[in-house]
């Protein structure tokens, strides 16, 4: 069945580092790959989004693509910020939808 | 704009008392799931929906009981609840349950059973 694998935290960075989450997917089909943000005490909330191979989806500095070949969506960030720190998730969706366990990422000043 | 809004926010129950956690959206949407979020284990589908009067178990629906009698709402259902139900619950709702549909989520119901 449909899956996704991310990389298991938790991940502390210092501020203006570079930070890479991995996420690989399993599906049958042409899933749409998602990245959720949740921050303390809050709900999930949608960060970028790609619906086909090798598009890219960016938002606040965030970025993912779509690879096909690879079956990953991993997210990136150039120069980290104190207000990333959250946990973050991978979904796809199929005919469901389908969440990975998060990683919570702490950025210290 | 209200988007998915879940009621209460808190709650404390004794193990044994029921309990029915609120979910309305108000964006039409035909698809709406509750998931439980624990340590460790991420986002649980406990039961979903893809229209008014349709419904179906998720991962883990023992113990939880639902209910679509319109589009809107969506009510969770605890029948007897038991310490192992202390979690976090989202509701979240979507235009359809295929692909390329974002799904939205309220902001979360959190239950400690005692």
């Known amino acids: 069945g449909d899956s996704v694998t991310q990389m298991e935290g938790p991940v502390t960075l210092s501020e203006e580092a570079f930070l890479t989450i991995n996420c690989t997917y399993t599906a049958t089909g042409y899933p749409s790959l998602f990245w959720y943000v949740q921050y303390p005490g809050e709900g999930l909330q949608l960060l970028l989004k790609a619906t086909k191979a090798d598009d890219k989806g960016s938002n606040k500095g965030f970025e993912a693509t779509y690879r096909k070949e690879t079956t990953s969506f991993h997210l990136e960030k150039g120069s980290v910020q104190v207000s990333d720190s959250a946990v973050y998730f991978c979904?796809?969706?199929?005919?469901?939808?389908?969440f990975g366990t998060g990683t919570s990422l702490t950025v210290i000043p | 704009n209200a988007g998915v809004t879940q009621t209460p926010k808190f709650q404390v129950l004794k193990t044994g008392q029921s309990m029915t956690l609120q979910c309305a959206q108000d964006m039409n949407h035909e698809y709406m799931s509750w998931y439980r979020q624990d340590p460790g284990m991420g986002l649980r589908l406990i039961h979903y929906?893809?229209?008014?009067?349709?419904?179906d178990q998720g991962e883990v629906p023992n113990g939880y009981n639902v209910s679509r009698s319109t589009t809107e709402d969506f009510p969770l259902r605890l029948l007897s609840a038991a310490p192992s139900q202390t979690s976090v619950y989202f509701c979240a709702s979507s235009y359809s349950g295929s692909s390329g549909n974002t799904i939205y989520f309220g902001e979360g119901s959190w239950l400690t059973v005692v």
């Open positions: 979904a796809l969706t199929g005919n469901q939808f389908y």
């Open positions: 929906s893809v229209g008014a009067g349709i419904t």
